[in-house]
């Protein structure tokens, strides 16, 4: 199975899950700062990657233009994301409670929970590009009939 995937995809829906991840920590890090419970921040950081992963896995990633299927791509991405959002919600919850315990407080405790919110989202990466590699943004094959250019037509000139 891995030696028919498209390394350049890869690498270009890996980049995707850098920036938005890196996005996300941003928003984390303002929120758990600003005292705000770390699961809220958690799924409020979460919902702020999702809306640039989607338009840049599509778009960029799988090279799609024409317009989304709300029930075919949007909302099963959606629930992907929020999947991965609840996995990383309990990581992130189970790492505050750690650090809790441990009296981690400060950067100690910021950088704790970031290190829960990508190893949750880290793990779920590899599922997450199958299924849209696979399922979500796969689009059927062109026919061989159809990819078959066409004869070229003789020109008045050479008859």
């Known amino acids: 199975m891995i030696g028919r995937l498209p390394f350049a995809r890869i ?4 980049s995707v899950s850098v920036f938005t991840t890196l996005l996300s920590m941003v928003v984390l890090v303002v929120l758990v700062t ?4 770390p699961w809220l921040a958690n799924v409020v950081a979460t919902a702020v990657g999702t809306v640039p992963s989607y338009v840049l896995n599509r778009r960029w990633v799988w090279g799609l233009r024409d317009t989304s299927d709300p029930w075919r ?3 099963p991405f959606w629930v992907l994301s929020f999947a991965g959002l609840v996995v990383s919600t309990l990581a ?3 790492a505050d ?3 809790a315990s441990l009296h981690l407080t400060g950067a100690t405790r910021t950088v704790g929970l970031l290190a829960a919110n990508v190893a949750a989202f880290g793990v779920l990466w590899v599922v997450q590009f199958l299924l849209l590699d696979r399922v979500l943004f796969r689009r059927p094959p062109v026919a061989a009939t159809e990819a078959r250019p066409l004869p070229p037509t003789p020109s008045r000139s050479s008859r």
């Open 73 to 75: 791509e949007v909302a």
């Open 97 to 99: 409670h750690v650090a």
């Open 11 to 14: 690498a270009r829906c890996l």
């Open 92 to 94: 992130v919850d189970r």
């Open 34 to 37: 600003a005292d705000v419970r």
